[in-house]
């Protein structure tokens, strides 16, 4: 249970993330899945909202080579069926509909780059703040030598799933994660409001846009 009882933290709805990507040489990472799942805490306990996944297509001259087809399993046959980054990236940002959020990832650097690169399909994640599960860690967890996904949950005895490197399993580990960082680090004094988690493992949009107004009537999905 998350003892925390900041109105702040309590008001925002968290969005935790995560990409695959191909790293081609000379140019940058090119997102081929992304999996976002939503909740909060304000029953003091993680309460999911919604959460999302899919595939993308990358650039016809972005070649998926075995390493990648060994880490992740996603062979090219199956990205070449995919939607392209942009329309997958438009598809998730309209999700976002009910503000304040925070963006949680492992690595947020990452992440925000990813998505910033993305802009001007996802302007509303382009322009969320985003919490860094790695620098959090190195906050509660001083002792760890590293502070890797696999290492962090290990020390936590968080079991890894053979899907280990796919976007979605990658994200659940970060929501059990990210739990236990806010219970953790209450119960020993390293904070205890949003602002302290902003300040120890905030990291900045990296391009924010214009949000554009929200005049749908339907119900968030985040």
């Not at 925070?102 to 910033?116: F, K, N, Q, S, Y």
């Amino acid at each position: 249970m998350v003892t925390l009882d900041d109105p702040a933290l309590l008001g925002h709805t968290f969005v935790v993330i995560d990409f695959e990507a191909l790293t081609p040489k000379g140019r940058p990472a090119e997102p081929i899945e992304v999996a976002a799942v939503a909740g909060s805490f304000r029953t003091g306990h993680w309460a999911e909202t919604g959460r999302f996944s899919a595939l993308m297509r990358p650039p016809d001259d972005v070649a998926v080579t075995p390493f990648d087809v060994a880490q992740t399993g996603i062979t090219d046959t199956v990205l070449r069926a995919q939607r392209p980054a942009s329309q997958v990236m438009a598809a998730l940002d309209a999700r976002l509909t009910a503000p304040p959020y925070r963006l949680v990832a492992h690595h947020a650097p990452t992440e925000a780059g990813l998505i910033a690169r993305q802009h001007e399909h996802c302007p509303r994640l382009a322009a969320t703040p985003l919490l860094c599960t790695v620098r959090l860690a190195r906050v509660a967890y001083p002792e760890l030598r590293s502070h890797s996904l696999d290492t962090v949950l290990h020390h936590l005895g968080i079991p890894l799933p053979a899907n280990r490197h796919r976007a979605l399993p990658d994200v659940e580990l970060t929501v059990a994660l990210f739990g236990r960082l806010l219970t953790d680090g209450a119960a020993t004094d390293r904070w205890s409001t949003l602002a302290d988690l902003d300040r120890l493992g905030g990291v900045p949009p990296k391009r924010a846009t214009q949000v554009p107004a929200d005049t749908s009537t339907q119900q968030p999905l985040f």
